[in-house]
């Protein structure tokens, strides 16, 4: 094109901001949605704070994405797919197992917004029945059920239950409460001291 | 003393409530403050609502216990004095430490109050960083040091935090998020599986 064919004046641009349904749109509301929520908490995050961010019309994020429910719902968008840590860390030899899940849950948290993410759930479920209810149905549907049926121990859905409350009370120790050392561990450190509680968790007694 | 030296009306009582600086009084008020934190959480608990509920006059409240923030220390109480978890449960043989471990935390959860009281600390720190910074600093110089100082490990500090952040995940998964079996489960279905955890954290590599 050379600079003849350019038009002399921009196109027109709408000033109202993004078009609230478009995948880009999309994948921006619920990236504002979900530093909103880690950052403020369920209750307390505004969805006129997360269209601010997102630079869309609050009216027009209502009509996309419902309510504060359903937005939240939306934006947990799981950092990986529960069937993903099944293949990933169950599968292969299961005398190592707990070295895949420890290193698998320290890899994932460092992650570009994982932790935000993680964190965000956890407050929320903290502090609302109504999502520590919908995390438990989730939680159990998605993620207890798939790994209890690569378990071949006995009560292989409470041994997936305790792996699960490890892995919510390191988050909360380590990017929650802080303690130090902890919180400024590094993967080689807790990865010696993790492993063995999430093998004994899923195979002590197979 | 007879009928006869009976008074022939009643003392006067004042009708204006309980004494906020009796003993008696700050129970009340301090066990009022726990059912709220625990019921609705740090953020949305209510001094009106603990004066209401301890029947005292809520201006007495903030003038005997101060603001939200220095009640809310009050009301912490710990269920335990962090040193009988260092006596009882870290004394005698290192062999079977993790089951005493296991076995003491267990046992303060069904003891009256104290789920109360471990919650409302849970549902604070993940919501208030003014909370968890508060947490960070008790459990340091209370529980982390004092455990410490008993272990025979490297990173014996490091150690007691991957102890406390199983037990916190523990609460969350049991007692808030309320996942099942585990919800529902016995303490003789969790000693076993937990105490080689605990065992794990505080002994191996010594």
Redesign the interface.
Known sequence: MTSAEQPATPAPRKRTGRRPGSADTRRTVLEAARAEFAAR?Y??ASMRAIARAAGVDAALLHHYFGSKDQLFLAALELPVDPRAVVEHALAGDRATVGERVAGFVLTLWEQPGVLDRMLAL??A???TEQV?QL??GF??AEL?TRIAAELDVE?P???A??M???????A???Y???????AS?TRE?LLP??A??FQ??LT?GA
């Open positions: 908490g209750e307390k956890i407050r479920a903290a502090t520590a995390m438990r939680v159990t207890i009560q859905e409470l041994r239950e305790l699960f409350s490890q892995v919510v009370g390191l909360m120790a380590r929650v409460v802080k303690v130090e050392p902890l561990a450190e001291l993790l063995p509680t004994n968790y002590a």
